[in-house]
């Protein structure tokens, strides 16, 4: 149904990423744009920690 469908996502932090999943698995196409100009253009975050679960998506569990 979203097939086709141009997705624009402003910001490519860690909510702008996680926006862009879905609507790439459903088939549109999906442009994202970033203000800053390379990831260290700026003082960011320390770390994130990606346990196991991580990489588990809904779809995949039983
Ligand atoms: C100093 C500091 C340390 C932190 N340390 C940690 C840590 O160690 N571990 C952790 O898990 N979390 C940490 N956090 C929290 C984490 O950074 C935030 O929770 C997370 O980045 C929020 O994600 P977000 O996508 O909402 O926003 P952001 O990460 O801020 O992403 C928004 C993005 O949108 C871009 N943007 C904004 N407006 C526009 C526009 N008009 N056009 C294009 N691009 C645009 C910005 O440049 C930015 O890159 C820290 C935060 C700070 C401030």
């Known amino acids: ?6 997705v624009v996502v402003a ?4 909510g702008g990423l996680c926006l862009t ?3 790439l ?7 994202v744009f970033e203000r800053d100009t390379s990831p260290d253009a700026r003082r960011q975050g320390c ?7 991580a990489g588990l998506t ?3 569990r039983p």
């Open 1 to 6: 149904m979203l097939r086709g469908l141009r």
């Open 11 to 14: 910001g490519a932090g860690l």
């Open 21 to 23: 999943q879905g609507p």
């Open 25 to 31: 698995r459903a088939g549109c196409a999906v442009q």
């Open 47 to 53: 770390r994130l920690h990606l346990d196991a679960r």
């Open 58 to 60: 809904a779809w995949r």
